[in-house]
């Protein structure tokens, strides 16, 4: 297959990258590393597949309209795998305008792009924090999420209605992935596992958010990838049994599907800190504090749509998944 991938220097994008080339697959990749977190790093991940045959890179936005149409334009695209956007929260507290440009007009672009190639498969990153004041767990596609705590959430649950329409109007298959808090070797540094870690190592205290007792869905990035290659692989279709009168939010009409994408077995904060000390070898000094604006304090993954239709199993325990990440952290970051 040939497969576009935005956001490919990013966590996500990179660690797909090489499983798809490892498979034999052909794989075009856009980043724009941008300064958001330390450009080393996404350096660093892109040069594990860079140099390979079936690899090439562009360093552009996917705001550039101009510039996506002529990507698509010159391609023969059978999927687009978008993972490109301005992730975190709290940043979007601070900086909104960067998430209207990537996670709305560059995904917009997109859209645009695979309509007038005639794309087989749109696959798109949206995320467990489209459930936003939702609180019955744990959290099921089919029931509505239209009540968002932050501007990264709304723009996640808007790139699902804009996929639907161009699912509706122009036949295009989409498949939306909403992921649960991903993690592992070369994660992001805004994130608390590096933070954490990092922190711990260093002496300096870290903060933790509403008192602790947060609970995530934490999803390896290992088991991640297998998802969203087995995602790919299959094109969403219409639900031929969808029901106007009880609307699926999850399906449709179109060709359209949204998923949870996790681990399905959300773990204390707490809990999480310590294995992460245990790995360490180092007692983290801690500063309990509320929880911030924009954060829900749980997260649990309904996930048996896509064990039912893709055999999805996720492999990786918190217990494992902590041991990869730390013995990754302390060879790159050279705390030996």
Same mark, same amino acid.
């Given at each position: 297959?040939?497969?576009?991938?935005?956001?490919?220097?990013?966590?996500?994008?990179?660690?797909?990258? #090489?499983?798809?080339?490892?498979?034999?697959?052909?794989?075009?990749?856009?980043?724009?590393?941008?300064?958001?977190? %330390?450009?080393?790093? $996404?350096?660093?991940?892109? *040069?594990?597949?860079?140099?390979?045959?079936?690899?090439?890179?562009?360093?552009?936005?996917?705001? /550039?309209?101009?510039?996506? &149409?002529?990507?698509?334009?010159?391609?023969?695209?059978?999927?687009?795998?978008?993972?490109?956007?301005?992730?975190?929260?709290?940043?979007?507290?601070?900086?909104?305008? &960067?998430?209207? %440009?990537?996670?709305?007009?560059?995904?917009?672009?997109?859209?645009?792009?695979?309509?007038?190639?005639?794309?087989?498969? @749109?696959?798109?990153?949206?995320?467990? *924090?489209?459930?936003?004041?939702?609180?019955?767990?744990?959290? $099921?596609?089919?029931?509505?999420?239209?009540?968002?705590?932050?501007?990264?959430?709304?723009?996640?649950?808007?790139?699902? @209605?804009?996929?639907?329409?161009?699912?509706?109007?122009?036949?295009?298959?989409?498949?939306?992935?909403?992921?649960?808090?991903?993690?592992?070797?070369?994660?992001?540094?805004?994130?608390?596992?590096?933070?954490?870690?990092?922190?711990?190592?260093?002496? +300096?205290?870290?903060?933790?958010?509403?008192?602790?007792?947060?609970?995530?869905?934490?999803?390896?990035?290992?088991?991640?990838?297998?998802?969203?290659?087995?995602?790919?692989?299959?094109?969403?279709?219409?639900? #031929? $049994?969808? %029901? *106007?009168?009880?609307?699926?939010?999850?399906?449709?009409?179109?060709?359209?599907?949204?998923?949870?994408?996790?681990?399905?077995?959300?773990?204390?904060? !707490?809990?999480?800190?310590?294995? @992460?000390?245990?790995?360490?070898?180092? +007692?983290? #000094? $801690?500063?309990? @504090?509320?929880?911030?604006?924009?954060?829900?304090?749980?997260?649990?993954?309904?996930?048996?749509?896509?064990?039912?239709?893709? /055999?999805? =199993?996720?492999? #990786?325990?918190? !217990?494992?998944?902590?041991? /990869?990440?730390?013995?990754?952290?302390?060879?790159?970051? =050279?705390?030996?």
């Amino acid at each position: 297959m040939r497969i576009f991938i935005t956001g490919s220097a990013g966590f996500i994008g990179s660690a797909l990258s #090489i499983k798809l080339l490892e498979e034999g697959h052909s794989v075009l990749g856009i980043d724009n590393h941008n300064d958001y977190y %330390d450009i080393s790093l $996404k350096e660093d991940r892109l *040069s594990r597949h860079i140099n390979h045959k079936q690899y090439t890179h562009i360093r552009e936005s996917i705001e /550039n309209r101009d510039l996506i &149409a002529d990507i698509f334009r010159s391609n023969n695209f059978d999927c687009v795998v978008n993972l490109a956007a301005q992730a975190g929260v709290r940043y979007s507290l601070e900086n909104p305008f &960067a998430y209207v %440009d990537t996670n709305l007009v560059g995904f917009g672009n997109i859209l645009e792009g695979c309509r007038h190639s005639n794309v087989g498969h @749109l696959v798109y990153a949206s995320s467990s *924090s489209t459930y936003g004041l939702n609180t019955k767990q744990p959290y $099921k596609v089919n029931e509505s999420v239209n009540h968002p705590l932050s501007l990264y959430a709304a723009t996640k649950k808007a790139n699902e @209605l804009m996929a639907h329409t161009y699912s509706h109007l122009y036949n295009l298959p989409t498949t939306g992935l909403r992921f649960f808090t991903v993690y592992g070797p070369y994660d992001r540094p805004d994130m608390a596992l590096q933070k954490f870690a990092k922190a711990i190592m260093n002496g +300096e205290t870290i903060q933790v958010f509403n008192q602790g007792n947060h609970k995530r869905d934490f999803t390896y990035i290992d088991d991640i990838v297998d998802g969203i290659i087995n995602v790919i692989k299959k094109p969403a279709l219409p639900n #031929i $049994k969808w %029901d *106007s009168d009880k609307p699926d939010p999850s399906s449709s009409t179109a060709p359209y599907r949204i998923y949870n994408i996790g681990n399905s077995n959300p773990v204390n904060l !707490k809990d999480y800190i310590r294995e @992460l000390e245990k790995n360490l070898k180092k +007692e983290a #000094i $801690k500063q309990y @504090l509320p929880i911030q604006p924009g954060d829900v304090p749980d997260t649990f993954a309904d996930i048996s749509s896509l064990i039912r239709e893709f /055999n999805y =199993k996720p492999k #990786i325990s918190v !217990k494992e998944g902590i041991k /990869n990440f730390t013995d990754w952290f302390i060879d790159y970051y =050279k705390f030996n």
